[in-house]
C-alpha cells in the first residue's frame, strides 16, 4: 500500500485581540447603554479558521445573543431575532464605524499594536 500524507498548518488557536475586543465593547455600549458586555475569555477546544487569521492580524469573534441551545446542535434555534439580526447588524456597523471613522486611525492604531506586540515589527507607514 501506498499513502501521501500532505501535512499543512491549519486551525490555529484564537486569539482575540485585546484592542479589538475593547473597541467592539465601546461599540456595544454605545448601541445598549443599559446592557453590559459579557467578555467571556476561555479555552475552547473547538476549532475555526477565524484562530488561523487571528495568528497573522488583528481578530476577534463575537458572539450575539437571540438564540438559545447548544452551539451547532439540533436543540439551537433562534428565540430572538431582533437581538440575533437586527441588534447584531448594528453592533457590526457601530464597530466598522468607529474602527475606520477619521481616517482609519483606530484600525491603524490597533494593527500596529498587533504586529509590534507579536513580531515586535514597526508597521512601515507609506
Not at 479589538?20 to 475555526?48: H, R, W
Not at 481578530?59 to 428565540?79: L, R
Amino acid at each position: 500500500a501506498n499513502i501521501e500524507i500532505i501535512d499543512i498548518p491549519g486551525y490555529s488557536p484564537l486569539y482575540n485581540d485585546y484592542n479589538l475586543t475593547d473597541l467592539a465593547k465601546e461599540a456595544y455600549e454605545t448601541l445598549c447603554p443599559d446592557k453590559e458586555f459579557e467578555m467571556v475569555e476561555q479555552i475552547n477546544t473547538g476549532s475555526t479558521d477565524m484562530g488561523d487569521l487571528s495568528q497573522v492580524m488583528p481578530a476577534i469573534h463575537p458572539y450575539c445573543g437571540g438564540a438559545q441551545g447548544t452551539c451547532h446542535g439540533n436543540d439551537y434555534y433562534i428565540v430572538d431575532p431582533d437581538e440575533a439580526c437586527i441588534k447584531n447588524a448594528k453592533w457590526q456597523l457601530t464597530l466598522l464605524y468607529l474602527l475606520l471613522g477619521d481616517g482609519a486611525q483606530r484600525a491603524k492604531k490597533i494593527i500596529d499594536i498587533y504586529f509590534y506586540f507579536f513580531y515586535n515589527i514597526k508597521v512601515i507607514k507609506v
